[in-house]
C-alpha cells in the first residue's frame, strides 16, 4: 500500500502565505512525479504544481509566481509554498504520486485525504 498523508492547511488573509506538506509512507519501491491538485466547491479537481523525480517543475498559470512545489526524495515528500494568497485560492488541496510498492502494485495517481486552505478577502 502506499499511503499519502498532508499537512499545513488553514485559514489566511489574503496576501498571507501557507507551506503544505505531504509525506508519502507504506512499502514503496519508488516514487516518480509528485503534485498538488486543488478541487474548489462547485469546481472540478485542476493541477496546481507537478514535480517530477529529477525536479523539473511545472505549475498552472494562476499560481506562476506565486507558489513553489519542492520535493525531498529522501523523506518521501512533496511540499508547496504559497505565497501571496488570493481569495480564489481557496479549495481542497490534493497531493498525489505516481509510485509503485514493493509487491508491485503501481500508482499512476495516489491521492491524498485533502487539506482545506481558506483565503479570506
Known amino acids: 500500500q502506499l499511503q499519502l498523508v498532508e499537512s499545513g492547511g488553514g485559514l489566511v488573509q489574503a496576501g498571507g502565505s501557507l507551506r503544505l506538506s505531504c509525506r508519502a509512507s507504506?512499502?514503496?519501491?519508488?516514487?516518480?512525479?509528485m503534485g498538488w491538485y486543488r478541487q474548489a466547491p462547485g469546481k472540478q479537481r485542476e493541477s496546481v504544481a507537478t514535480v517530477t523525480t529529477g525536479g523539473s517543475t511545472n505549475y498552472d498559470d494562476s499560481v506562476k509566481g506565486r507558489f513553489i512545489i519542492s520535493r525531498d526524495n529522501a523523506k518521501n515528500t512533496v511540499y508547496l509554498q504559497m505565497n501571496s494568497l488570493k481569495p480564489e485560492d481557496t479549495a481542497v488541496y490534493y497531493c498525489a504520486v505516481e509510485g509503485a510498492t514493493t509487491s508491485s502494485i503501481y500508482y499512476k495517481k495516489a491521492w491524498g485525504q485533502g487539506t482545506q486552505v481558506t483565503v479570506s478577502s
Open positions: 507504506g512499502s514503496i519501491f519508488s516514487i516518480n512525479a
